[in-house]
Nanobody, 119 residues
Framework: QVQLVESGGGLVQAGGSLRLSCAASGSTYRFNELNLAWYRQAPGAQRESVATISSSRVINYADSVKGRFTISRDGAKNTAYLQMNSLKPEDTAVYYC???????????WGQGTHVTVSS
């Protein structure tokens, strides 16, 4: 099992910044075995991928956040981050951390953290 705990959400004005954190824990899999991602789900919308970082640090972003968001991971802290700059009202959503075990595809989700961007 992998437990994921997100933090760092909140209310921010348009143009502002937030940094989300996702702390991973559990004894079954090592942090470096995990492909990590951030998803978001706005009210009434489907959950969508925002950014992904593989165990080998290959990174991909949704077109809507390219140039504004940065995903990273710290193996010493077993934590993934999402730095969000130049936030827009349309970034308002619940943001979820996702982990996929590289060798077997098992998937884990955090409980989500709310991000609200006011105009």
């Amino acid at each position: 099992q992998v437990q994921l705990v997100e933090s760092g959400g909140g209310l921010v004005q348009a143009g502002g910044s937030l940094r989300l954190s996702c702390a991973a824990s559990g004894s079954t899999y090592r942090f470096n075995e995990l492909n990590l991602a951030w998803y978001r789900q706005a009210p009434g919308a489907q959950r969508e991928s925002v950014a992904t970082i593989s165990s080998s640090r290959v990174i991909n972003y949704a077109d809507s956040v390219k140039g504004r968001f940065t995903i990273s991971r710290d193996g010493a802290k077993n934590t993934a981050y999402l730095q969000m700059n130049s936030l827009k009202p349309e970034d308002t959503a619940v943001y979820y951390c996702n982990a996929v075990v590289r060798r077997n595809g098992y998937t884990f989700w955090g409980q989500g953290t709310h991000v609200t961007v006011s105009s």
